[in-house]
């Protein structure tokens, strides 16, 4: 499920069921690397959905700034029985630091990491694009899998 209209009307009747909240974060730096390491993060988290539709619910991914992570203290945290923050690898982003500023236990003790590979999307040929957007798909689903499965 995706953060719309339509899906937040089925999350209140559904909740039993979604399991698993989906955070993605990226690095928001005025470079080349971060608007990269975006896209690769918007077309994996777009295709694992719906790989695992009626599993997950995916917020809008959130840009970091210097530990801004504020937003989790309006989320109902206990509504999930997994939050998953997903980024890309190299991002230089360090969750421990993140969830320590967001002080907030509940959040701390459910979280789980799923990583991504970075590769150079400007230049690449499309097709050679979207195979590894497929292989990134698969190798999230068998992470989400794994994180459920401990």
Request: hydrophobic letters at 40%.
């Amino acid at each position: 499920m995706n953060f719309d209209i339509e899906s937040i009307k089925q999350f209140q009747t559904q909740k039993e069921y979604i399991d698993t909240l989906i955070i993605p974060i990226f690095n928001m730096r005025l470079n080349e690397q971060s608007t990269n390491d975006y896209e690769i993060l918007q077309n994996v988290i777009i295709n694992v959905e719906q790989q695992l539709k009626g599993r997950l619910f995916v917020l809008p991914s959130i840009g970091y700034f210097d530990g801004v992570l504020s937003i989790f203290d309006k989320i109902k945290i206990d509504d999930f029985n997994h939050i998953i923050f997903i980024y890309v690898k190299h991002s230089e982003i360090d969750m421990n630091h993140l969830l320590q500023l967001s002080n907030h236990q509940a959040l701390i003790n459910k979280a789980n990491v799923a990583l991504l590979d970075s590769f150079p999307v400007e230049h690449m040929d499309r097709e050679m694009y979207e195979g590894l957007i497929k292989e990134q798909v698969k190798s999230s689903v068998k992470q989400f899998i794994s994180i459920w499965n401990n």
